[in-house]
């Protein structure tokens, strides 16, 4: 990756979700960047059905193949003993571990009227707590290295969407709600990791990216497309957001913590969450009579 060489040298990093799409991109830009890389992946298909062993395999046979070091993992990263077993073979592997990217996702679309209560529960379990159990896994590891030796350069990386951060996302968030929900918890978790693991050296951020891959692809937005001019910048490549993900795995992003940011072709955003907009204070407990003309002025100051 043009402008990485390395930015990442020594460094070992686990990618979830590494076999294809934006975690593809992430673990061949932070091997070119000197990373060592586990490369993880379920393998399975858009809904999380089906999982193949060889997905993450492929990856970290191409690193390997192109001189540098990866080793593959097919674990559920949305279980504590999967996500447990991951930062064990980053430590047998390689002997250390600085940083993880969260990015395994799934998606299970649908209006919230149809919604099936195990679709649900599966998007948010990989989504919500794939990322929760490999901050807890890792943290738990890099809290005893710092109760030895202090606080040291290690990261996390986490994957959140436009479509749950923004007023209003390009493509709005209607049949998305399980989706949506999820990945407004993972921004949610992120301010929560951050405040609580910068003491040890820990910075956490996330990315809200935009990228053609198999899960946008699917629905068949046409600002996706590649361009028809032959050279012309792909804005929608997945190549696009793994700079971002390069530098806040180094240790260049000391410091920087508790952010999201966005990322879309050569775009780079900060976004930032809930803020009291309009407020009243009465002095006592509300009453709901009185209300009516307190809520209209709340929201002609929010405007
Ligand atoms: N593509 C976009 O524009 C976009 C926008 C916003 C957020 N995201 C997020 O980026 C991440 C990557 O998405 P993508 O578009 O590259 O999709 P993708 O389907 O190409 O890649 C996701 C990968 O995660 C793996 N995976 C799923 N469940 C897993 C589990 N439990 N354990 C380990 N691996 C698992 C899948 O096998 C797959 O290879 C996701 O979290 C997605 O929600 C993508």
Same mark, same amino acid.
């Given at each position: 990756? $043009?402008?990485?060489?390395?930015?990442?040298?020594?460094?070992?990093? &686990?990618?979830?979700?590494?076999?294809?799409?934006?975690?593809?991109?992430?673990?061949?830009?932070?091997?070119?960047?000197?990373?060592?890389?586990?490369?993880?992946?379920?393998?399975?298909?858009?809904?999380?059905?089906?999982?193949?062993?060889?997905?993450?395999?492929?990856?970290?046979?191409?690193?390997?193949?192109?001189?540098?070091?990866?080793?593959?993992?097919?674990?559920? &990263?949305?279980?504590?003993?999967?996500?447990?077993?991951?930062?064990?073979?980053?430590?047998?592997?390689?002997?250390?571990?600085?940083?993880?990217?969260?990015?395994?996702?799934?998606?299970?679309?649908?209006?919230?009227?149809?919604? $099936?209560?195990?679709?649900?529960?599966?998007?948010?379990?990989?989504?919500?707590?794939?990322?929760?159990?490999?901050?807890?896994?890792?943290? $738990?590891?890099?809290?005893? *290295?710092?109760?030895?030796?202090?606080?040291?350069?290690?990261?996390?990386?986490?994957?959140?969407?436009?479509?749950?951060?923004?007023?209003?996302?390009?493509?709005?968030?209607?049949?998305?709600?399980?989706?949506?929900?999820?990945?407004?918890?993972?921004?949610?978790?992120? *301010?929560?990791?951050?405040?609580?693991?910068?003491?040890?050296?820990?910075?956490?951020?996330?990315?809200?990216?935009?990228?053609?891959?198999?899960?946008?692809?699917?629905?068949?937005?046409?600002?996706?497309?590649?361009?028809?001019?032959?050279?012309?910048?792909?804005?929608?490549?997945?190549?696009?957001?793994?700079?971002?993900?390069?530098?806040?795995?180094?240790?260049?992003?000391?410091?920087?913590?508790?952010?999201?940011?966005?990322?879309?072709?050569?775009?780079?955003?900060?976004?930032?969450?809930?803020?009291?907009?309009?407020?009243?204070?009465?002095?006592?407990?509300?009453?709901?009579?009185? *209300?009516?003309?307190?809520?209209?002025? *709340?929201?002609?100051?929010?405007?």
């Amino acid at each position: 990756m $043009a402008g990485a060489g390395g930015l990442c040298e020594g460094r070992v990093v &686990v990618v979830t979700g590494a076999g294809r799409g934006l975690g593809r991109s992430h673990a061949l830009a932070l091997s070119a960047a000197g990373a060592r890389l586990v490369v993880n992946d379920l393998g399975v298909e858009p809904d999380g059905t089906r999982p193949d062993p060889e997905i993450a395999w492929r990856v970290a046979e191409v690193i390997r193949q192109a001189g540098g070091e990866a080793i593959e993992s097919s674990e559920d &990263v949305a279980c504590w003993e999967g996500a447990g077993q991951l930062v064990e073979t980053a430590l047998s592997s390689f002997g250390r571990l600085d940083a993880i990217v969260n990015n395994a996702g799934v998606s299970r679309g649908g209006l919230l009227v149809n919604l $099936a209560e195990a679709d649900l529960d599966e998007v948010v379990r990989v989504h919500l707590k794939g990322h929760a159990a490999m901050a807890a896994q890792a943290a $738990a590891h890099w809290r005893r *290295l710092a109760a030895d030796d202090g606080p040291s350069d290690w990261r996390i990386v986490n994957t959140t969407s436009p479509m749950a951060l923004l007023a209003s996302p390009p493509h709005g968030r209607s049949g998305h709600a399980a989706y949506v929900a999820a990945k407004a918890a993972v921004a949610a978790l992120t *301010l929560t990791e951050a405040d609580e693991l910068s003491r040890y050296g820990v910075m956490v951020n996330a990315i809200a990216p935009v990228a053609r891959t198999r899960l946008t692809e699917a629905l068949g937005y046409e600002d996706l497309a590649q361009p028809v001019t032959p050279g012309a910048f792909d804005a929608m490549d997945p190549d696009n957001v793994s700079p971002l993900v390069c530098w806040l795995c180094s240790v260049r992003s000391r410091g920087v913590n508790g952010r999201v940011f966005e990322v879309e072709g050569g775009r780079l955003g900060l976004l930032e969450g809930w803020r009291r907009v309009a407020s009243h204070e009465g002095g006592g407990r509300l009453v709901a009579g009185e *209300l009516d003309g307190i809520v209209e002025r *709340l929201l002609s100051e929010a405007g």
